[in-house]
């Protein structure tokens, strides 16, 4: 198979979402080259249990969708580092927990990338989230009325009464979750400043644009 699902490391968006890094790509050898990632997508890891003995395990209160992201962020913040290793080829079933385009999933990452963003970013770019938030939305708009990206798929089988209802559910348990997330925010390992981090998410980001016109 010659599409890529993820050149073994996640890209992210400034509101705690993360893509493959490569997604949807040819493999034409383009990423044949041991390198230096942000984290790995857990569909294909290899964590060093030193490192989980440092900054815990997933998260279990994420369930699926993003608790990958989650512990990727932890683990930087903490020092440990990352690398995508090509030679290490795994076939995955995109979204086989919740379904690709399903309610499911809907619901799980629009609560868990603000848990993300809330428990691993700055504070300066928490400050910005809702910013973020509304540009991805709109992307996605835009997306729906080109034909382009997830959005435009999941509208063919949701309403827009559907979509509505589904991020308001969202967004109320993520703030339900809110306090159990600070205080795991407190207890965070960290071994770099904010500035430092903020630097190494930059590096590792990708534009609102091109996450909502991906499939």
Same mark, same amino acid.
């Given at each position: 198979?010659?599409?890529?699902?993820?050149?073994?490391?996640?890209?992210?968006?400034?509101? &705690?979402?993360? *893509?493959?890094?490569?997604?949807?790509?040819?493999?034409? &050898?383009?990423?044949?080259?041991?390198?230096?990632?942000?984290?790995?997508?857990?569909?294909?890891?290899?964590?060093? +249990? *030193?490192?989980?003995?440092?900054?815990?395990?997933?998260?279990?209160?994420?369930?699926?969708?993003?608790?990958?992201?989650?512990?990727?962020?932890?683990?930087?913040?903490?020092?440990?580092?990352?690398?995508?290793?090509?030679?290490?080829?795994?076939? +995955?079933?995109?979204?086989?927990? &919740?379904?690709?385009?399903? +309610?499911?999933k809907a619901f799980l990452v629009e609560r868990n990338h603000l848990w993300v963003?809330?428990?691993?970013? =700055?504070?300066?770019?928490?400050?910005?989230? =809702?910013?973020?938030?509304?540009?991805?939305?709109?992307?996605?708009?835009?997306?729906?009325?080109? &034909? *382009?990206?997830?959005?435009? *798929?999941?509208?063919?089988?949701?309403?827009?009464?559907?979509?509505?209802?589904?991020?308001?559910?969202?967004?109320?348990?993520?703030?339900?979750?809110?306090?159990?997330?600070?205080?795991?925010?407190?207890?965070?390992?960290?071994?770099?400043?904010?500035?430092?981090?903020?630097?190494?998410?930059?590096?590792?980001?990708?534009?609102?644009?091109?996450?909502?016109?991906?499939?």
């Amino acid at each position: 198979k010659r599409e890529i699902d993820s050149v073994g490391g996640l890209l992210i968006y400034r509101d &705690g979402i993360a *893509k493959g890094r490569g997604r949807l790509e040819t493999d034409t &050898g383009q990423y044949d080259n041991l390198k230096e990632i942000l984290c790995p997508s857990a569909c294909c890891a290899l964590y060093r +249990h *030193k490192m989980l003995d440092d900054i815990g395990h997933f998260d279990s209160d994420f369930f699926a969708y993003c608790e990958d992201t989650d512990l990727g962020l932890r683990a930087r913040r903490a020092g440990w580092k990352a690398l995508s290793v090509p030679a290490s080829i795994v076939y +995955h079933c995109y979204s086989g927990t &919740g379904g690709t385009y399903s +309610h499911t999933k809907a619901f799980l990452v629009e609560r868990n990338h603000l848990w993300v963003a809330w428990k691993n970013f =700055p504070l300066t770019w928490n400050m910005g989230l =809702p910013f973020y938030v509304f540009l991805r939305y709109l992307m996605q708009f835009y997306g729906t009325l080109s &034909g *382009k990206g997830s959005a435009a *798929k999941f509208v063919e089988s949701y309403s827009a009464k559907d979509v509505i209802v589904i991020v308001i559910k969202a967004y109320l348990a993520a703030l339900k979750g809110l306090p159990s997330i600070l205080r795991k925010r407190r207890l965070l390992r960290r071994r770099m400043s904010h500035r430092e981090f903020a630097g190494i998410l930059t590096k590792h980001a990708i534009s609102a644009k091109a996450l909502a016109l991906m499939d």
